[in-house]
């Protein structure tokens, strides 16, 4: 049972560059997430996708962009780098649209030189 | 402005006693709570969660305590366990209201439980 699966794991920008996060589950949720985790600030949500063909902003959307390109599918895209966006990003599902437990994937840790 | 509020950056519980993580709230629609554990280099998963309507919730070794009028909860580990090292999150959601928008996390805490 692979769960959430995110790719990459690690990856290192320069600041400008783009790049999209892979966010797939294989466990037929509805709903889908992108948070990051910074040092001291716990997880804060960027985008999330209540149900396929929707998006909507989170607590800090600034400079990404988020695609849900199926029900199984939802990536998180980096226009364009910046520093303050060196963070942990875990993708998250569940299948109800408005209740229930949240499952992670491993993370993504992105650093922006 | 934080909505969910972990004010223990880390505990220190010596293995076999019990450990007491504190988590408050100050957005009074939450109706949802939950605890995640992280490990290093892992995703946060699911420990237990608590609905309002309860003031107790109990799974093994885990108890979530909510006092809403305090709007507060708290964790209880016991025993502790070696193994219960990592990162807890307290975590909350406003299902009646919808909830699509998932959970809102604390800060966490970091649990150390020494030999």
């Known amino acids: 049972n692979a769960g959430v699966t995110q790719t990459p794991k690690f990856q290192v920008l320069k600041t400008g560059q783009s790049m999209t996060l892979q966010c797939a589950q294989d466990?037929?949720?509805?709903?889908m997430y992108w948070y990051r985790q910074d040092p001291g600030m716990g997880l804060r949500l960027i985008y999330y996708?209540?149900?396929?063909?929707?998006?909507d902003k989170g607590e800090v959307p600034n400079g990404y962009n988020v695609s849900r390109l199926n029900k199984r599918e939802f990536s998180l895209r980096l226009e364009s780098a910046a520093p303050s966006q060196t963070s942990v990003y875990f993708c998250?599902?569940?299948?109800?649209?408005?209740?229930?437990?949240?499952?992670f994937g491993e993370g993504s840790r992105l650093t922006v030189l | 402005d934080q909505q969910v509020k972990q004010n223990s950056p880390s505990l220190s519980v010596q293995e076999g006693r019990i450990s007491i993580l504190n988590c408050d709230y100050t957005n009074s629609m939450f109706d949802y709570f939950l605890w995640y554990k992280k490990y290093p280099a892992e995703g946060p998963t699911f420990l237990i969660s608590i609905s309002s309507i309860k003031d107790k919730n109990e799974d093994g070794r885990f108890t979530v305590f909510l006092n809403k009028s305090a709007k507060h909860l708290s964790l209880h580990i016991v025993p502790s366990q070696p193994g219960d090292s990592a990162v807890y999150f307290c975590?909350?959601?406003?299902?009646?209201?919808?909830?699509?928008?998932?959970?809102?996390f604390g800060k966490g805490t970091h649990l150390i439980i020494q030999p």
């Open positions: 998250a599902s569940r299948y109800s649209t408005s209740t229930g437990e949240l499952f």
């Open positions: 975590a909350a959601s406003e299902e009646s209201g919808g909830g699509a928008d998932g959970l809102t």
């Open positions: 996708s209540a149900s396929e063909g929707t998006t």
């Open positions: 466990m037929n949720h509805n709903s």
